[in-house]
């Protein structure tokens, strides 16, 4: 039932900026997370950021790798979630993915309900 809509990958150079978007449609829930995570060529798919939200509050996680340079966000009139990239680097190239679960933030891809197709970001040096 709920549907997640990406946009925003393409090709950058190195030290680049990129803005990643999600759209959620469908049905809600009081307590979810929405995470992003990416897949590189002979790589496992890896957690990047996640956000989780409810009524009461929400909270925020990233991967050490994008720390610093990575910023989630989210619109709650779009329902709409961004990832901001910063300070790109040639490791960051992969396919990037929005994913939804119910519950709690976690890192682990099986533990997600819901995920957009994919879009691909490039990073040249």
């Known amino acids: 039932q709920v549907q997640l809509v990406e946009s925003g990958g393409g090709l950058v150079q190195a030290g680049g900026s990129l803005r990643l978007s999600c759209a959620a449609s469908g049905r809600t829930f009081s307590d979810y997370a929405m995470g992003w995570f990416r897949q590189a060529p002979w790589k496992e798919r890896e957690f990047v950021a996640g956000?989780?939200?409810?009524?009461?509050?929400?909270?925020?996680l990233y991967a050490d790798s994008v720390k610093g340079r990575f910023t989630i966000s989210r619109d709650s009139v779009k329902n709409t979630v961004y990832l901001q990239m910063s300070s790109l680097k040639p490791e960051d190239t992969a396919v990037y993915y929005c994913?939804?679960?119910?519950?709690?933030?976690?890192?682990?891809?099986?533990?997600?309900?819901?995920w957009g197709q994919g879009t691909q970001v490039t990073v040249s040096s």
């Open positions: 994913a939804l679960k119910s519950g709690p933030l976690t890192v682990v891809p099986g533990a997600y309900d819901y």
């Open positions: 956000i989780f939200i409810s009524w009461s509050g929400g909270s925020i």
